[in-house]
């Protein structure tokens, strides 16, 4: 069901000790307003709202640099310059708008935790009651600092008293908080957020006032109560954030254990929300997966391993290696100890293999670069076999150059490549070559100073130095 989803987020959080503003510190690969606008998302929300103010250029930039996924809404921001409260953020809105239409759901972007479900759940309470407003509420172990949710006898929410506005009874009994999540209907909030006044012990227009003052209307308002608390966790340090990121680690852990994915400990493992596992992979310690990251089946990554922006086909190895913005084909191995970045590509059966740097370089069908090696602005043909310690020379302090190497090459070790160069199919170069110009297909081509031998040169040489002690 379309809905509008509010996302709250021009508060300062100055509990979390920066120069960023809380909203853009992360969770896993992606800030936390991040989150909580998927949520809204996958919900199915067709209009978000994001509320900036503290830093919001940099909330901006961050969604400004990520593609809306197809078939999404798109993100609207309204800025709001003075942070009065939750209920002024949503005047704020309607003013921005030119009023709300259909369910509003108001969301927090410091709770990145919270369940498309929860939400559909609470719009659907809200259409099927044809409430003016439900609201989300928990019942957390600790009730310090949340508003507090005044039932009557029947167990009909009557209002919400923030903590500081609360008499010391009313924070003993009243156990049901509010958890900052709402769904309104749009045309009754138009018409009555400006009734939410300021007198209250912390100055500031409350959003969650609209309860007691619907009740006070006659309006129907019902509250949805969230079994799970962990949903609800807030960020407003970083302890809370790192809490966060555990559950939001374990949530995604389990998710991918239960579809087919292996991980010897799964608390070793960090994987963002955009990234894809196959069936019979295992993940092995101190992996982390971020970004548009997907890894095929029968793989083995890890351990100490990163990928970002990497795609991985299937039957992989990948251990104690780096891949960022690069993609290796079915079959491929890597490390120990390999750097694969810059649009690096390995076709089937490739091999990347120990203290080998990669960049902005394609190896072909079978090709391997197994020691000590770093290739970068190459194209390799299929078959090819570099020997360690072999360098393609791509920069003269200006400029990057291409190297070619065409199909069945065999380049011996030590061998330098001084681009732009290119080494014909076939073609074999002996080892420590400084090759400058371009190898002919089939040609042997050799740069190196001429052998000498001394017979019996070295036994002399150990005498001499016996006869000095
Ligand atoms: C709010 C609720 C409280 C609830 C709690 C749950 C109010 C008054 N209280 O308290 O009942 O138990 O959430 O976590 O709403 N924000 C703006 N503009 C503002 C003020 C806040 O965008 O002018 C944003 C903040 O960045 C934040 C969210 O609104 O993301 C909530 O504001 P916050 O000040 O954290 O409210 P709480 O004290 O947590
Ligand atoms: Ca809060």
Redesign the pocket.
């Known amino acids: 069901m379309p809905f509008t989803a509010i996302v709250?987020?021009?508060?300062e959080g100055t509990r979390m000790k920066s120069r960023h503003p809380k909203v853009m510190h992360k969770v896993l690969d992606k800030p936390l307003v991040w989150w909580a606008v998927r949520a809204a998302r996958k919900a199915g929300a067709s209009r978000i709202i994001v509320?900036i103010?503290n830093g919001a250029q940099e909330v901006r930039d961050f969604f400004a640099s990520k593609p809306v996924p197809e078939g999404e809404a798109p993100i609207e921001f309204v800025e709001?310059t003075e942070?009065?409260?939750?209920g002024?953020?949503v005047r704020v809105v309607r003013d921005a708008i030119g009023g709300f239409e259909g369910p509003v759901c108001v969301l927090?972007?410091?709770s990145p935790l919270l369940k498309p479900e929860t939400i559909k759940a609470l719009v659907d309470e809200t259409k099927a009651k044809h409430n003016a407003c439900t609201v989300l509420t928990m019942t957390p172990s600790d009730c310090t600092?949340?508003?507090r949710v005044q039932l009557d006898e029947a167990g009909q929410v009557q209002a919400?008293i923030?903590h500081k506005d609360c008499t010391p009874e009313q924070r003993e009994t009243l156990t049901e908080?509010?958890?900052?999540v709402y769904c309104f209907c749009g045309r009754r909030l138009s018409e009555n957020i400006d009734k939410v006044g300021n007198d209250n012990a912390q100055g500031?227009y409350?959003?969650?006032d609209m309860i007691g003052i619907y009740v006070g209307m006659g309006e129907p308002v019902s509250s949805v109560h969230c079994d799970d608390y962990t949903e609800l966790v807030?960020v407003n340090n970083r302890i809370q954030l790192a809490e966060a990121t555990k559950i939001m680690q374990r949530r995604i852990n389990e998710e991918l254990m239960l579809s087919g994915v292996s991980m010897l400990d799964p608390d070793q493992v960090w994987v963002g929300a955009d990234v894809t596992v196959g069936q019979d992979t295992v993940l092995m310690p101190q992996t982390i997966l971020f970004g548009h990251t997907t890894v095929g089946c029968d793989c083995t990554i890890g351990p100490n391993s990163r990928l970002t922006d990497a795609q991985v086909g299937n039957g992989c190895t990948v251990d104690e290696s780096i891949i960022v913005d690069s993609a290796i084909d079915d079959d491929v191995n890597c490390g120990p100890r390999a750097y694969l970045r810059g649009h690096t590509h390995l076709l089937k059966g490739a091999k990347a293999g120990t203290h080998v740097e990669l960049k902005n370089s394609t190896v072909g069908e079978g090709s391997k670069v197994p020691h000590l090696s770093y290739i970068g602005d190459c194209t390799m043909g299929k078959g090819v076999n570099i020997g360690g310690g072999s360098i393609t020379c791509n920069y003269d302090g200006k400029h990057k150059s291409h190297t070619e190497i065409g199909d069945h090459v065999f380049i011996g070790s030590d061998t330098m490549m001084v681009a732009p160069v290119t080494i014909g199919e076939n073609a074999l170069v002996g080892a420590s070559s400084c090759i400058t110009h371009d190898v002919p297909a089939g040609a042997l081509s050799l740069e190196r100073s001429q052998q000498t031998i001394k017979e019996d040169w070295a036994n002399r040489y150990w005498e001499r130095l016996k006869k000095e002690d």
């Open positions: 709250l987020a021009a508060g509320v103010g709001q942070r009065l409260g939750t002024h953020a927090s972007g410091d600092g949340y508003g919400i923030e908080c509010n958890s900052g500031e409350y959003l969650p807030g």
